[in-house]
């Protein structure tokens, strides 16, 4: 039978949520600080996805100056009803809670345009909304409960939306306070038609190890809501601390093209059980409904390296990967891989035929706002990427190089800078927003070929076959950070704070995969 392997999408893509429409499954993922936000991917099969475009994709949709590593486009959910696509999403400031909120998007098209952002008065994260038999609207989301029975408990709401009005109407009705007690922070909130009720389905246990998926029903939208016996319905966390998937959460559900039942959901592939460099991906679980109430992964209790799809007709090719059929090789700059924090890539660099021509800016990978950097999420726990930096018009102490970035405290870089004497190359640690740079030595030649090796925890920047400065998996990623990103790798220039006058061009950005073989579904 055919099957489609564990995580779908592979890197970054966390918190997805995924609606069908006809034949056409949709799904979106956060994306944080970095712009485009909100990807929308298309499937038929649910094993193929193509990227048709991003829901915050103008100048001027959402601010997001100021907002550091971590922050920005937290959660969406994308739902269709009364003949328009939905996405209700939050944008965070970590460091402002006053700013942000919860916002409503709507589109005709999937593909965009989307329609500016509809401010909801709701406080809290996470927002989802479901579409009554009436055509009553009802939203609902997650937040610190009022009067907590322990710390970091949460309550979820729910609250009827006035599409007419644009605005949510009537009483707010406080659900869910928890399925365990003591447990903290239950994310991604969704509620389901269900026969004659309606379901709660919610994760707990916060997004990291202790992640776990809970279900609840009721007779009406508004509760009283019955827990599952079975609470939590999904989780890893029992299993211990040991390479493979762990924290799994988050979770979504649809009906699969021959009618079974899958969740998409979010976990982490951690080779040492702890640190995982690639983020939180997304993942499919397969559903069985018993007894009126969801069970995940019916018979085995775990996230399946891969899921059972009788219905493909198209098995994933060997060597691709998603979304969009990737294959190793070069990245033009029209490819949607491409993003930028804070800002979109072509307000950070114009296209010039096959190449990028960035800009320097003054500001560093330090400062929480718009920089020049052009990256892409890693994929692969392995793999090989070479970049080809024209730096003819670098001007005097500019710099620009290559970059494995987690934020703004915690990011390296090979980079090549202009000196009176000529160009220089050498390495730039910042850990925990300390600054260590590497001696430097000198380069020849204005087109500079800079090479970055990763194997598992191990990054090595090289330049001309020499190692000029390594950096750890385990002290970037999100585990040792406090983030909730998985790691980036592009490009940065920077005059250092002074007023910038140069230019880099990014002539090439190949990226290759490396096969590892003999760890099982990690090595995908």
Known sequence: MSSIPN??????????????????????????????????????????????????????????????????????????????FWVVCTLVDRDDPARGGNFLVTSADPAGPWSDPIPLDADGIDPSLAFDDDGRVWMHGTRLAAHPEWAQQTEVWVREYSPAQRRLIGDEHVVWTGAVRGAVWAEGPHLYRTGDGWMLMAAEGGTEFHHAVSVARAAEITGPYESNPANPVLTHRHMGRHPGVMGVGHADLVQAPDGSWLAVLLGMRADDGIHYPLGRETFLCPVEWQDGWPVFAPGEGRVPNAVPAPWLDRIPDAGAWQPDDRRAGDIPPADPRWTSPRALPTEIARIDGGAWRMPVRAATLSDATAVAFLGIRQQHPDLDLRCVLDVADLALGESAGLVVRQSEDDHVLLQVTRREDGCVIGGVRVAAGVREEGPETPVVGEEIELVLRVRGFEYLFEHAGRTVVTAGGRELDAAATGGFLGLWIGVHATSHGAEPHGEVRIARMAYEPVTRTGIGSLGR
């Open 7 to 84: 995580p779908v999408l592979p890197g970054c893509h966390p918190d997805p949520s995924i609606c069908r429409v006809g034949e056409w499954y949709y799904l979106v993922t956060s994306t944080f600080e970095y712009l485009p936000g909100l990807p929308v991917l298309r499937s038929r099969d649910l094993a193929h996805w193509e990227t048709i475009g991003h829901v915050i994709d103008r100048t001027g949709m959402l601010d997001f100056d100021g907002i550091g590593s971590s922050g920005g486009l937290y959660a969406p959910t994308i739902r269709h009803g009364l003949g328009l």
